[in-house]
Structure formats: C-alpha cells, structure tokens
C-alpha cells in the first residue's frame, strides 16, 4: 500500500458498485453443488469440469472475453429455483458488505435464463428477496439492470423486453433500467438502437458495455445511438482524446473493471487502466468487481486495492472517485446525500 492510503480507509470508503454481474458471484464450488441438487449434467468432454478446484485453475488462465463467455453461460446453467437466485445474490451482498459497498446496481442476464425454461419471476423472486434482506441486514440499498447479450439477434432482445413480466417489473420499479453486454467484437451498438429507444421512452436508465475488447467507436455509437447515460468498461476510450474530451465534458461515468481487464487479457496490468489518463481529463469513473467468483475471487475492494497500487492516488483523488460514483448512480437525491456525508465523514477522519 503506498503512502499513507490505507487499506483501512479504501475498505471504509462509501462504495457505489455500478458493474456486477450476478451470475458472475457463481463460485465453482457452488456451481457443482447447485449441478448436483438440480440434475444438471456439466460438459463430460472439458477437463475443467472435472472438479471445483479444476474449473478454478481453468478460471485463472481465460484468453478473452468470448472464452470467459464459455464457461460462465455453462455455469450460470445450474441456476434453477428462485432460493439459487437469492442465495446467488446473497453470497455477493455479503462480500459486497465486507467491502464497504453501500449502494449496489447489479446486473442479470434474463435471457440466459429464459431460454432454458427458467421463468423471469424465478429470477427476480430469488434477486429480489436477496435485496431486501441485504438492504434490511447490511443498510446496502440496490437497483437491477437488466442486460440483453448482444451475441443473440436484436429482434430476440427486443422480444424479451417486450415480454409482459419484464414490462410489469420496469412499471414495479423492480428494474432500474438496461444494459447490453456479452461478446462486443462484430456486435455494434447501433444493432440495438429500436430497444434503446424503447427503453426510453419507458423512463428507464441506459447504460451499455463498451470499449472493452471492441474499439473507441463504440463507445462513440453507444452515445449517439443509443443515448446511454453511462459506459461500461470504457477504457479503449484512451485511444481518441476527443471523445474523452466528450464524455468528461458531459460527464458520463465510465464503470471501469481493473481486474477483469487484465484477466481477461484486455490490458497486460492495472497500471496499463487509464486511470491517471482519466483523472487528468476529468473523465467520471466507477471502480467494479464484473465477475469477481470468475476473476480470482476478487471483489470491489480487491479492485480498490489494485487502483491503488498500480496509481498511488491521494485521499483527496480517492473522495473524488467516490464521490463521482455516488453522483452517477441512479438512486434518489436524498440517498446520494447520505452516502456524500458518509464519505465526508471518512474524508475528514482519514
Ligand atoms: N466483462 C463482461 N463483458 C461482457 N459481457 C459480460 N458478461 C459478464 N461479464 C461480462
Ligand atoms: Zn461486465
């Protein structure tokens, strides 16, 4: 740890976790226990599937996106009954608490779910059940956004969000708002401008994954097409010093996954981030776990830790970072002041 920026005030900092996949906190070992309580029959032709400790050591060695993609649509395969979402969701509530997280907008991938039967009110009976305790437990307050997977045609992405249960949970409020993500390479934004426009025009919030693996440009396209609110990942917006000139100037918040990056061979190190290229621009940004079960076992903290070994940012820098991510969350105005006088108070203590 450098300076006097401790772990102990990177762990006491107010967290806003805008980019986490809930099927991303499936850990091997609960996936071959929900394989055996479920029935579900795993890959006999990969080794990896030999064991929990096997798939671990296969996690460690991901060569891309699509080939992280691969086993995590295996994995999220065992999921079946609401109480496998909840205990999901909870099992990342509980790190997420550990860690300091106080307000968390959580992703899920419905149609991964749908297409194998699995109903939409099995998911968000499960997902929901784990927020309300976690909010009751921990004090963590929660939104859902519900991703489409751009691999699939946009016509099958449009039909789900056209589906009667997840029109009824926008209307309940249950989900906050969209995202779009999977394989990005060959999957432009501008596929999905006719379900971004619907989503709009319901009132609900935007965001989109981009710049991760795939170019500059859609990153660009993701605003003009799609007129998302925030990016996800984002960081190949390094590339044009225009449009970071852009997006600090609108002030849209990139949600940047240090580890993920790296384990997912998108960058060498947490040094090659453009965190000091974004601090220096006045580009918003959020620190995020994505798949932390996937990625190491390494959750919002670790990443914390991680930006601060490879930056050496300063307590000040940090309640920027913070307080950026509290003012780009799609929560109520009365919550941001709460979480903006808990971190002034960690700030001033520090
Ligand atoms: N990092 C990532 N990029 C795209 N899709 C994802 N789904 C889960 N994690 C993802
Ligand atoms: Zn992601």
């Known amino acids: 740890m450098c300076q006097d920026v401790t772990r102990d005030f990177l762990k006491a900092l107010p967290k806003c976790e805008h980019h986490m996949h809930l099927e991303g906190a499936l850990t091997p070992a609960v996936l071959f226990k929900l394989a055996a309580k479920n029935n579900i029959s795993l890959p006999s032709d990969d080794s990896a599937f030999t064991s929990a400790e096997t798939l671990l050591q296969r996690y460690e060695r991901f060569s891309s996106l699509d080939d992280f993609l691969h086993y995590y649509y295996i994995g999220m395969s065992v999921l079946i009954t609401a109480s496998d979402f909840e205990a999901l969701a909870w099992d990342y509530f509980e790190h ?53 997977m751009r691999h699939l045609p946009a016509p099958d992405c449009e039909a789900t969000f056209k589906l009667e249960d997840v029109q009824a949970s926008y209307k309940r409020g249950d989900v906050v708002g969209i995202g779009l993500d999977s394989s990005e390479n060959n999957f432009p934004p501008e596929l999905f401008k006719s379900l971004y426009a619907g989503a709009k025009s319901l009132g609900l919030r935007r965001t989109a994954h981009a710049g991760e693996e795939g170019p500059s440009k859609y990153i660009e396209d993701s605003l003009d097409l799609l007129d998302v609110e925030r990016i996800d990942h984002g960081i190949r917006i390094a590339e044009d010093p225009k449009l970071m000139e852009r997006v600090a100037k609108q002030g849209t918040l990139l949600s940047v996954c240090p580890i993920s990056n790296v384990l997912l061979q998108c960058l060498t190190s947490v040094a090659e981030v453009p965190i000091r290229k974004f601090i220096d621009a006045g580009i918003r940004f959020s620190i995020n776990s994505d798949d932390p079960a996937y990625f190491g076992n390494n959750y919002i903290l670790d990443n914390y830790i991680a930006v601060q070994n490879a930056f050496s940012l300063s307590h000040s820098e940090w309640r920027t970072v913070c307080e950026n991510s509290i003012r780009g969350s799609w929560c109520s105005e009365t919550r941001k002041e709460e979480m903006l006088a808990q971190l002034k108070s960690v700030v001033d203590n520090a």
């Open 96 to 148: 997420a608490a550990a860690d300091g997280v106080v307000h968390a907008e959580v992703f899920f991938d419905p149609q991964a779910h749908l297409s194998r039967n699995v109903s939409y009110e099995t998911i968000l009976q499960g997902f929901n059940a784990a927020r309300v305790r976690a909010q009751r437990e921990f004090d963590i307050s929660s939104e859902l956004i519900c991703c489409f």
